[in-house]
């Protein structure tokens, strides 16, 4: 019975590498090997090595480093700065290099035929020496230079990964692309070693860098498909994202939150809902982030943890405008209540921000988490991009089982949609838009709220008016119409 | 030149046809060419693959000249016996001033 089950599904090693053992569906295939393909510059050797930290950190899994381009001092010195200590890892019989690189101060010939007899058994030497279940190469193009019978390396190649299949070894192999789309290696190794091929990717989208990985096949065994983007973060080293993969599974709260203003709750059906999402839309000026505000210190007021991204304003212009409208967001914050994160949209890239995000998010463990405005996002990255970081975002959060209420600001000054708002409508379950109303020369403002998921709410686009105290919300435009297509007309009754 | 002594190494792994045939192929070209000025020793990496780590050995058969200077390394089965004596400077590829001539008769002996 045990064998049967052996033979329908493949065994996977769980890496450690954050977000690919999701879109891998666990791990890479166990005792296979598997090729990593990328041009240069795609991150292929911080993988190799990766794969063998991670083993090293989480697992207490050995590994051996086979290096055919880099020497092992320049990885060692390299990887310290993903905080990978490998000199400390060798001298504890976790790590060990098989270095293949290129020797400078002799030449050498190919007289007859030859195999790879020498390098194979240095690697199985290795292996045992440190009894290692990892196995990376790093990167099979430089062998195909240091030695010119290429059909001879092809087959060899195969026979290493023969060899440490025999020897219950998870491996990867990684190889030069020329492109980005298109053959999958140089040199054609993927005939030879081509159960299981992983393609990096970093591409040049409207100017932007973006690193993608893919997995192109497993054989015999499950994984997600399509183009998932990754970051290597210093410290840390490449974070997958694993997008589309994300599944819908969070709960749903039926527990009310204040929205920091009990008019608008009164709007809302009675509030917020504890783990909703929550979009405000409108253009500038009009109250986003006063709307933040309240939220941000309602949570407080209730004695919950709120965190704030603000990428439009820098902390002073916040903290002003809350005393402005009779909010001390300094003692919300000596009381630990309030953290604020301020940061320009071009410091970093979307993937970046993407990981920050979540990393204080996870460390800090708000109730509540504000993003004013998730629109100053898009300039940073293409709309492919953007879409894949608004929904990655949304989800996260919302396993986490906090509120979150993120403003987007609409391009026109009356009516009109912005992209953020046509990435993420679906995905939220409110959606407050303010908008404003020019009447007989004169600017107004007003609040609607459009969707309210599982419960009712007002329909009235209702008059907001804002002063030291904050936001009021008035009566209702009753003899207007037209308002949310930008373009008011005044009824007379 | 004449004097010079030839150490050489030749890295194999294990009793193959192909390790067979490298060590033959040396054996007799050292026979003719070095008579009396040569060591030769043979190291099987499967036994001792440390050595192949210090030498940073990917391929065998490889066969290294590590005297006279410059150092060589020769990959293969050393079935090209000219192709071999050019890898040790025992032979230049052709019009050198000094001994291309003679050697070149030996080459296809």
């Not at chain 1, 998870?170 to 492109?179: A, D, I, K, N, P």
């Not at chain 2, 193959?16 to 192929?25: G, K, L, Y």
């Not at chain 2, 230049?92 to 008769?105: Q, V």
């Amino acid at each position: 019975m045990n064998t049967r089950t052996h033979d329908v599904s493949v065994e996977k090693l769980k890496t450690g590498i954050p977000g690919f053992d999701f879109l891998s569906n666990g791990g890479l295939p166990k005792g296979r090997t598997t090729l990593v393909a990328g041009t240069s510059g795609s991150a292929k050797t911080i993988l190799a090595a990766q794969f063998l930290a991670e083993g090293v950190i989480h697992s207490n899994e050995s590994g051996v480093f086979v290096t055919f381009e880099e020497s092992p001092s320049d990885i060692r010195k390299n990887m310290m700065g993903l905080g990978w200590d490998i000199p400390q890892w060798e001298a504890e019989g976790k790590w060990a290099f098989v270095d293949a690189s290129p020797s400078v101060g002799y030449e050498s010939v190919e007289v007859g035929s030859f195999d790879l007899g020498a390098l194979i058994s240095r690697i199985e030497h290795a292996v045992k020496k440190v009894g290692a279940t990892r196995v990376s190469m790093d990167s099979l193009g430089a062998i195909f230079t240091q030695l010119t019978t290429s059909s001879i390396v092809r087959s060899e190649l195969f026979r290493i990964s023969v060899v440490l299949k025999g020897m219950s070894v998870t491996s990867v192999m990684t190889v030069e692309r020329t492109q980005e789309y298109g053959e999958i290696s140089r040199y054609g190794v993927e005939e030879f070693v081509a159960d299981n091929v992983l393609i990096l990717r970093n591409a040049l989208e409207e100017e932007k860098r973006r690193r993608t990985m893919e997995i192109l096949k497993f054989r015999g065994t499950h994984h997600q498909k399509g183009e998932f983007p990754f970051s290597v973060v210093p410290n840390e080293g490449i974070i997958v994202i694993p997008l589309s993969a994300i599944e819908l599974r969070h709960k749903s709260s039926p527990l009310r939150i204040t929205s920091g203003s009990s008019e608008l709750d009164k709007m809302c059906g009675g509030g917020f809902f504890r783990d909703s999402i929550i979009l405000v839309s409108g253009a500038t000026g009009c109250g986003k982030t006063l709307i933040t505000t309240e939220f941000i210190a309602g949570g407080a007021q209730e004695g919950e943890k709120c965190l704030l991204f603000a990428f439009e304003e820098s902390r002073e212009q916040l903290f002003r405008n809350a005393t402005g409208w009779g909010y001390n967001f300094e003692k919300m914050e000596n009381d630990g209540k309030l953290r604020v994160v301020c940061a320009y949209p071009e410091i970093s890239s979307l993937e970046e921000h993407l990981i920050r995000m979540k990393d204080v998010i996870s460390k800090f463990k708000p109730n509540r988490v504000a993003i004013d405005s998730l629109s100053a996002l898009e300039r940073i990255s293409t709309i492919k991009g953007f879409r894949e970081f608004v929904i990655d975002l949304t989800s996260f959060i919302k396993h986490q089982e906090l509120a979150g209420l993120f403003t987007a600001t609409t391009p026109t000054l009356t009516g009109g949609t912005s992209v953020t708002e046509t990435h993420i409508s679906t995905i939220t379950d409110s959606i407050i838009l303010l908008r404003y109303v020019e009447m007989c020369g004169e600017m107004r403002r007003g609040i609607m709220v459009l969707k309210m998921r599982g419960s009712a709410h007002d329909k009235e686009i209702r008059e907001i008016t804002i002063d030291n105290t904050g936001m009021h919300i008035g009566k209702p435009f009753t003899d207007v119409r037209g308002i949310l297509a930008g373009n008011p007309v005044q009824v007379s009754q | 030149m004449i004097m010079s002594k030839h150490i050489l190494k030749l890295y194999v792994t294990g009793n193959t046809p192909r390790s067979e045939r490298a060590i033959a192929n040396l054996q007799r070209i050292c026979e003719q060419e070095l008579k009396g000025r040569y060591t030769m020793k043979v190291i099987n990496i499967l036994e001792c693959p440390q050595l192949a780590e210090d030498e940073k050995i990917i391929a065998t058969p490889t066969l290294i000249k590590e005297l006279p200077p410059p150092i060589r390394r020769i990959i293969g089965d050393l079935s090209n016996t000219e192709k071999v004596l050019i890898g040790l400077d025992l032979l230049t590829i052709s019009n050198d001033e000094r001994e291309g001539e003679t050697k070149n008769e030996h080459s296809h002996a």
